[in-house]
Antibody
Framework: QLQLQESGPGLVKPSETLSLTCTVSGGSISSSSYYWGWIRQPPGKGLEWIGSIYYSGSTYYNPSLKSRVTISVDTSKNQFSLKLSSVTAADTAVYYC?????????WGQGTLVTVSS | DIQMTQSPSTLSASVGDRVTITCRASQSISSWLAWYQQKPGKAPKLLIYKASSLESGVPSRFSGSGSGTEFTLTISSLQPDDFATYYCQQYNSLFTFGPGTKVDIK
């Protein structure tokens, strides 16, 4: 059974860079059938797609976040990562990683990241 | 970019009711629409993809329809486990989620 698990700091200071990693188990991140993605959800609000990556390193991002987002992949560790720079309180959210074929069919449990000094 | 709207934002219903949620796209997305169910503190769960295809393991009381700009999710007979928030999501051009519809107990 495929499982995804987010990890990283739960508290980030304003203007700093948020860094999260998603570890995939029960399947290979190098499968040619899938992309992998990050989605976030501010407390009490809706879902926002951040960006996605293929095992080759090909990426595409939400235009509204593109200038601050970097997603990378480490196939040797079966992981992919998110970096979001210059964070503000508006970036406080639960961050999910997910597998993407055409839709997001497997999700991690999510991790809350709070931006506060 | 494509904007998604959902109606209603909240729906109060009883067990056994037939429930319909509407999702509209700001431009045609063909049938590139998915529906998710989310319960408090949990990740979203994929229910429907390509507007009307039922994800494996999802009960048949869930169904989806529509194409172009207007779509519906129907629960034929609401069960206690179905009280949750439902999101539509387009994947015709990148990915955009609707604002959600909360289904609560009447």
């Amino acid at each position: 059974q495929l499982q995804l698990q987010e990890s990283g700091p739960g508290l980030v200071k304003p203007s700093e860079t948020l860094s999260l990693t998603c570890t995939v188990s029960g399947g290979s991140i190098s499968s040619s059938s899938y992309y992998w993605g990050w989605i976030r959800q501010p407390p009490g609000k809706g879902l926002e797609w951040i960006g996605s990556i293929y095992y080759s390193g090909s990426t595409y991002y939400n235009p509204s976040l593109k200038s601050r987002v970097t997603i990378s992949v480490d196939t040797s560790k079966n992981q992919f990562s998110l970096k979001l720079s210059s964070v503000t309180a508006a970036d406080t959210a639960v961050y999910y990683c997910a597998r993407l074929m055409t839709t997001f069919d497997y999700w991690g449990q999510g991790t809350l990241v709070t931006v506060s000094s | 970019d494509i904007q998604m709207t959902q109606s209603p934002s909240t729906l109060s219903a009883s067990v056994g009711d037939r429930v319909t949620i509407t999702c509209r796209a700001s431009q045609s997305i063909s049938s590139w629409l998915a529906w998710y169910q989310q319960k408090p503190g949990k990740a979203p769960k994929l229910l429907i993809y390509k507007a009307s295809s039922l994800e494996s393991g999802v009960p048949s009381r869930f169904s989806g329809s529509g194409s172009g700009t207007e779509f519906t999710l129907t629960i034929s007979s609401l069960q206690p486990d179905d009280f949750a928030t439902y999101y539509c999501q387009q994947y015709n051009s990148l990915f955009t989620f609707g604002p959600g519809t909360k289904v609560d107990i009447k």
